[in-house]
């Protein structure tokens, strides 16, 4: 989830297809990269999300996206 910081409003979410698989350690057995997220804000920033915005949450999968 993402949103911006100093204003927070509509609120990102990004589905990146991956189970959150917790093993025996309090890590993720598979991260989620800064690239990543960074690519789902750039993706929807350029599309319909304006953070800054009310509303409801915004939901992007990358899974689906390819």
Request: no cysteine; charged share 25%.
């Amino acid at each position: 989830m993402v949103e911006d910081a100093a204003r927070p409003g509509t609120t990102l979410v990004v589905e990146t297809g991956r189970p959150a698989v917790m093993g025996p350690d309090p890590v993720p057995a598979e991260l989620v990269l800064p690239r990543e997220v960074a690519a789902g804000i750039r993706a929807e920033r350029s599309s319909d999300w304006t953070p800054r915005s009310d509303g409801s949450p915004v939901e992007l999968r990358l899974s689906a996206a390819g």
